[in-house]
């Protein structure tokens, strides 16, 4: 033989070898040959999940919601904790879901956080979302574990609150004592719902009832499997054999929901028996119900059935850990650019073939939507979902953290994540084919990157010439090395919230990227200069980075669909970005900020942009520097701003420091037809609004700043009955220095035809407006008014209408109106909960015309800056008044006992910053009283020393008191 066909031999027996490997891959992957592409048929948006969904789980709902509502302690735990146990996909979360979001149980707790444990029980996370749920606020990333426990402790202090705890594995009581410890300063009543497989979790956390989820009786398994594989079409007479066979599909299913659901989702639509037979008798359930227990053999057939393009998109998802939340656009990002998607077609984008292979995953039930209630609609998998993406991803996905090391790391992985930083990542080295690195956290628990960051850039950027997907987000390198441009395949590079300081040039070698994710990268302040070499950029996410400029060639990406925002150079500025770049970027959608608005020259470059053809974007900010000089003609700005106008697709519109005095008459175009958001900041030269009133889907509208504007309402309507902004349902006005009236007519007004669903009414710093509400508020539930100087009453005189109090009103702020002399007309069917004053002289002179005597709802009172040396008069409060709040009242000296004993339900009384305060009522506090804290109260402070003071002998009875 000679050297040649020895070498063809060797080379020939390597293919082989290679094509086996593949043939064996694709049994494992359950995938099958088609004779031609099958393309996705275009199906309904799958629903959210609402308690109509949901089958047999009345009487369990009913049971948990009794036991959350009653405030008796269990064993002389004043915080109980209620364990749902129950195998996997039986409906634990959906359970704890329902009970959750019931009315009831929303009203009763004070606080309410929803928390995904899974099978990592770290203390500190958990006491971080925790504490983020509560307060709203993001945790400091410099602050200790210990002093967010502290915090959260003080923040929980005497509130009743629900807590959920999901999918909790920890068996520690060690663990769990230490967590809940942070909680122990919460009111008696509170509540901790958990939801786990394990019934030795649910001992170790319970202090009393344990509830054990039962799998569903055979009816509601076949009214779920109806919903799921007919929907809402179904006619038993129709499908007489199709039950027949069904139900014997449903009885396989054993009862338990996630199973019942996937086989509905894949039967959905096929209406051929001898197909729902092969199911029936497929050898799956019995060789899976004994290898992997009593759940995977329903999902393992819904896999196998699944289209090949969508199977690829499943396994993919393994390389995420459980619980993980998936944002739906990020998502179809990753899937684009690793090839996954169709090319684009004249009718069709790959992101909306994205889309449908998304929802035809997730009408199948191979994702849910995501249970959290902080991080907007998202989605997740299911646990047991997620342990056969692992099972069939075989050895193409690999997933490092810190409880998994690379020692079975297999040369045929193709995509990894990494979470943890305690791995050595050389080993990825051995991954000659790896197309994907996604880095979920890089991050040591003090804060800093891995040591071994440097050795991953290495590896990646010498090794991975195959790669397409590089995501390095929440790292805090500050610079790329400039070998990431030999990554010529990589499509998606996600660098969003890094400390990158600047982009090599080398990026713009990178041809084929599609997606570049820079979001609040806050130290990075320019991009490359040859950006406009990545003409196959879709999307270029630039939100929260300071840029001083853009660089020129954005029209050159004729793909780009995401660009945030623009900055205009300056108008002699012959190398920077101008506005007539956006002429050709006709796929922008979603939003784009436009700033440096005064540096175009006219009208003409202006109309240039061809906003009005870019149907697709739905969120325009147009902003002007309010730093320049000022203009040269009113007239010119008004005309640039006429060619700015959009499309009529438009739904959100901000405009900031514009500085003309009118605005255009397209702002208030009935053609806008689909906006519902309005937002007019700083245009301090404009002397009048646009008549926005007859948009008609305008929900919120913002008014800040205009400082030349006298009055507000619709003045070319003002002898009309026309109906004015009859969809709006959040008017926010602040900063409007001249604003002396509202401007309806009248006719419209006493026909109820203005602001008829306006829920929220927010001014503040007016100081020239006398009347606070331009009319009866049919429908108005929350009313704040702050630094009203001449405002002298709420509600407009007139002897045509007597202006009553919306029925639906539950909370007032009244603040900083020195003149103001009375609040409402209750009416008869008041529901206001609360209300705050502070800093009302007149009004607070004017007890007696309060008359909340009316409000049989009114729960909490704040009383902020009252002036007299006693506090209240007798008859004055309802009886209703669960609590009440005294701060910064200097001239107090005394409590009115009497009127103090008519508040019978008074539970809270805080007294804050009182100085002058002597002692407590000699008739003492009410019985009722749950909580007293004083503080900043030196007199009364002293007396209130616990087994010492004077008073000490007037609150002991008290469960809770903080001096």
């Not at 990894?416 to 990825?428: F, I, K, P, W």
């Not at 739904?651 to 420091?657: G, H, R, T």
């Not at 514009?658 to 175009?669: M, P, V």
């Not at 002898?719 to 009236?741: T, V």
Request: include cysteine; aromatic fraction near 8%; charge should be negative.
């Amino acid at each position: 033989m000679s050297e040649f066909d020895k070498s063809v031999q060797l080379d020939s027996m390597e293919i082989l070898r290679k094509l086996k490997i593949l043939v064996d891959q694709k049994d494992a992957l359950g995938l099958r040959e088609l004779g031609a592409l099958n393309k996705p048929s275009p199906r309904p948006l799958a629903p959210l999940v609402e308690e109509s969904d949901v089958y047999g789980r009345d009487a369990e709902k009913q049971l948990i919601v009794d036991l959350l509502l009653t405030d008796d302690v269990d064993g002389g735990n004043k915080i109980s904790v209620i364990p749902i146990v129950g195998m996997g996909g039986v409906g634990k979360t959906t359970l704890a879901q329902l009970v959750y979001d019931d009315e009831r149980v929303q009203s009763h707790f004070e606080v309410k956080v929803w928390v995904t444990v899974s099978d990592e029980f770290e203390i500190s996370k958990i006491t971080k979302e925790i504490y983020e749920g509560v307060t709203g606020n993001k945790c400091d990333t410099q602050s200790s574990d210990e002093l967010i426990r502290r915090r959260l402790k003080e923040v929980l202090k005497g509130k009743k609150f629900l807590f959920v705890h999901d999918d909790v594995w920890n068996e520690s009581y060690s663990l769990w004592d230490s967590l809940k410890s942070s909680f122990e300063s919460g009111a008696n009543g509170s509540k901790i719902l958990v939801t786990t497989r394990s019934k030795i979790v649910a001992s170790t956390m319970a202090t009393g009832h344990i509830h054990h989820i039962q799998t569903l009786l055979d009816d509601d398994c076949w009214h779920l499997f109806v919903k799921h594989a007919f929907g809402n079409n179904f006619d038993e007479n129709n499908f007489e054999e199709l039950q027949a066979v069904g139900k014997k599909v449903v009885g396989k299913c054993k009862g338990l929901p996630l199973a019942i659901k996937c086989l509905g989702g894949f039967l959905r639509g096929e209406r051929n028996a001898e197909k729902w037979k092969n199911v029936l008798n497929s050898d799956t359930w019995n060789n899976l119900y004994k290898k992997e227990g009593s759940i995977l053999p329903a999902l393992w057939l819904s896999y196998r059935h699944l289209p090949t393009h969508l199977k690829q998109c499943f396994a993919y998802c393994s390389i995420f850990p459980k619980d993980y939340e998936f944002e739906k656009e990020n998502l179809i990002l990753l899937w684009m650019a690793e090839g996954f998607l169709p090319m684009d077609t004249k009718s069709k984008k790959m992101e909306d073939f994205g889309k449908e292979y998304l929802e035809d995953l997730l009408s199948r039930s191979f994702f849910q939507h995501s249970s959290s209630k902080t991080n907007g609609p998202r989605l997740q998998m299911h646990d047991l979902v997620h342990d056969l993406a692992i099972l069939v991803s075989g050895d193409f996905c690999y997933r490092l953290d810190l409880n998994r090391d690379l020692l079975g790391f297999s040369t045929n992985v193709r995509h990894v994540s990494c979470q943890g930083s305690n791995n050595n990542l050389t080993s990825l080295s051995k991954a000659c084919c790896l197309r994907t690195f996604i880095a979920l956290s890089l991050r040591t628990p003090l804060g800093q990157v891995s040591p071994n960051y440097s050795v991953l850039f290495e590896m990646l950027l010498t090794k991975g010439s195959c790669l397409r997907v590089l995501s390095l987000s929440n790292t805090s390198f500050e610079k790329l090395p400039d070998s990431i441009g030999n990554l010529i395949h990589l499509r998606y590079l996600d660098l969003s919230y890094t400390d990158i300081e600047e982009l090599s040039d080398s990026i713009c070698s990178l041809f084929n990227l599609q997606t570049l994710l820079l979001t609040w990268c806050g130290n990075l302040s320019q991009l490359p200069k040859s950006m406009r070499k990545l003409t196959k950029l879709r999307y270029l996410d630039i939100k929260g980075v300071p840029l001083n400029e853009l660089p020129q060639g954005i029209n050159e990406m004729k793909y780009l669909q995401i660009l945030p925002k623009v900055l205009l150079s300056v108008k002699h500025n012959d190398d920077g970005f101008k506005i007539t770049e956006l002429a050709n970027a006709e796929h922008l959608r979603g939003e784009l900020k436009i700033s440096g608005l005064e540096n175009i020259n006219d009208a003409k470059e202006a109309s240039k942009a061809n906003l009005k053809g870019k149907k697709d974007l739905k969120q325009l900010t147009l902003s002007w520097d309010n730093d320049v000089d000022g203009v040269d003609s009113s007239e010119e700005e008004l005309d640039v701003l006429d060619a700015l106008r959009p499309h009529t697709n438009m739904e959100d519109l901000v405009i900031i420091n514009y500085r003309g005095t009118t605005f255009s008459n397209w702002i208030s175009d009935c053609a806008f037809s689909n906006l519902v958001s309005i937002c007019l900041k700083d245009c301090k030269s404009c002397w009048f609004l646009p008549p926005l009133g007859r948009l008609p889907s305008l929900k919120d509208l913002t008014i800040k700043g205009c400082d030349s504007v006298l009055s507000i309402g619709d003045s070319e309507m003002h002898h009309s009955s026309y109906p004015l902004f009859i969809c709006l349902e959040s008017l926010f006005i602040q900063d409007m220095l001249m604003w002396k009236e509202w401007s309806f007519g009248n006719k419209a007004i006493l026909q109820g035809q203005v602001l008829p669903l306006l829920k929220s009414l927010y001014v503040n710093n007016c100081p020239k407006l006398n009347v606070g509400l331009p009319c009866y508020l049919p429908s108005l539930e929350y009313l704040h008014i702050e630094n009203c100087e001449e405002m002298e009453v709420l509600v407009p005189r007139t002897t045509q209408q007597t202006v009553t109090a919306s029925p639906f009103l539950m909370e007032i702020h009244i603040w900083y109106c020195p003149v103001l002399e009375s609040l409402l007309d209750w009416g008869s069917h008041s529901k206001v909960e609360s209300i705050w004053l502070g800093y009302t002289e007149a009004l607070f002179e004017n007890l007696s015309k309060w008359d909340l005597q009316k409000l049989s709802c009114l729960k909490s009172l704040y009383i902020i800056g009252w002036e007299d040396e006693s506090f209240p008069e007798e008859g004055v409060l309802p009886i209703t008044l669960e609590e009440l709040d005294i701060s910064f009242c200097s001239n107090l000296e005394t409590l009115n006992g009497k009127a103090f004993q008519q508040l019978t339900s008074l539970q809270t009384l805080d007294i804050y910053n009182c100085p002058r305060l002597r002692c407590l009522p000699e008739e003492g506090l009410p019985t009722s009283l749950t909580r007293l804290d004083i503080d900043h109260c030196p007199l009364v402070e002293q007396r209130c020393e616990k087994e010492k003071g004077e008073d000490w002998p007037k609150i002991q009875h008290i469960p809770r008191v903080f001096v």
